[in-house]
């Protein structure tokens, strides 16, 4: 394989990539995760793109050996990129690690049936799945062994029915930006693999899926610039934009007040009441259904849930759980909360007003059973 010639012809390909990995490693130390998973996503891009070519120089050198490892190579790698390429795309919404790890079996079962190839001496295998075969005109052609041979195909759509899946609950939700970019880029992803299948080409889905990739990334940074940079939930500008905007998907409201911060800031510093606002950030984040809820920062120790379009027993549970969890830390807050019923006449601002008022009779609560006296702290 020429290495300068691939360079050269993959120009476009490369260049998205360095960008990816700059802004990747770039911002690793804020977004580590995200991060990490972009860089690991970007290498199987290029090494997919190595794959090709090895694939191509094996079948115009008539090495039948080297054509179908990187054959097999490329069906294998395919469907990894589709499914790391759905795992970028939904890393904002809380999906358990279980989910994951079920759409990953097919990925498993995918690498066997691709291995059956390589065993190239063994007559009844080698043609299993796929293999070549010198030509008429001396160059090899490849031919389909079975219907196994589809069987990185019917896993990739798959993957792109579960993008399209997890896009359309986004969409549903206040997540209607998040899903419009996805939207775009899963019927890209569909083009691309339809025209790989009707023409037989491979060097196609690498730098789609690059693009993309890189189009997601960028959109998560610009999002990420909506967010408290101390909790990471949306700060108050996010949240007066989203009740302004989506105020009629609006059906549920959670308002929480910290209990106790200025005594912890007043005693044991600020450094320690960053502490407790990261920690109760935390607990929230992992209380909510992120597909249907979202949590904003209006200031030092307020914070309010908005429900888009869900459920009152989701409601209700969302806030049990947050009462348990928080119980479960050295901190405490007040929490009120109101659901509309769709064939109520309560407006959103009334679910503000209800929801406050009760939040603060929680707090009223709390000190009179505590003994502690508001004004002295």
């Known amino acids: 394989m020429d290495l300068l010639n691939h360079i050269i012809s993959n120009i476009p390909l490369i260049s998205v990539s360095v960008v990816m990995f700059y802004l990747a490693i770039r911002n690793i130390r804020v977004r580590r995760n995200e991060s990490i998973y972009f860089i690991l996503f970007t290498s199987i891009v290029l090494i997919l793109s190595l794959v090709v070519e090895a694939e191509k120089h094996g079948t115009n050198h008539n090495d039948i050996v080297l054509a179908t490892v990187f054959s097999s190579f490329g069906y294998i790698l395919r469907p990894v990129l589709l499914f790391l390429f759905v795992f970028l795309a939904n890393l904002e919404t809380k999906h358990s690690q279980k989910f994951y790890l079920l759409w990953g079996i097919p990925l498993v079962v995918n690498f066997f049936i691709y291995m059956i190839p390589l065993f190239i001496s063994v007559p009844w295998m080698n043609k299993l799945v796929f293999y070549y075969e010198q030509g008429s005109e001396g160059v090899l052609v490849f031919h389909r062994g079975s219907f196994l041979n589809f069987t990185s195909h019917f896993i990739s759509a798959g993957y792109i029915g579960l993008l399209i899946y997890l896009t359309t609950i986004k969409f549903h939700s206040k997540h209607r930006r998040d899903a419009i970019i996805m939207f775009i880029c899963a019927g890209i992803i569909v083009g691309t693999v339809t025209a790989e299948t009707l023409t ?132 405490r807050a007040a929490i009120g909360s109101y659901f509309i019923d769709k064939n109520s006449t309560a407006t959103f601002e009334e679910a503000l007003r209800v929801s406050e008022e009760l939040m603060y009779v929680d707090k009223a609560t709390y000190y009179q059973s505590a003994g502690i006296d508001r004004r002295k702290i």
């Open 200 to 331: 037989s080409r491979s060097d196609l889905l690498d730098g789609t899926c690059a693009i993309c990739a890189l189009v997601n990334y960028i959109f998560i940074v610009t999002v990420s610039s909506a967010k408290d940079s101390l909790t990471q939930l949306y700060d108050r500008r996010t949240y007066e934009e989203d009740t302004s905007k989506y105020r009629e998907l609006i059906n549920g409201v959670i308002q929480i007040d910290m209990n106790g911060l200025k005594y912890i800031n007043d005693n044991f510093g600020h450094d320690a009441g960053d502490v407790a606002l990261i920690t109760l950030a935390r607990v929230f984040l992992e209380s909510i259904e992120r597909s249907s809820m979202c949590i904003y920062r209006l200031s030092g120790d307020e914070f309010v849930i908005l429900m888009f379009n869900g459920k009152k027993e989701k409601l209700e549970e969302t806030v049990s759980l947050i009462k348990e969890r928080i119980n479960k830390t050295n901190y």
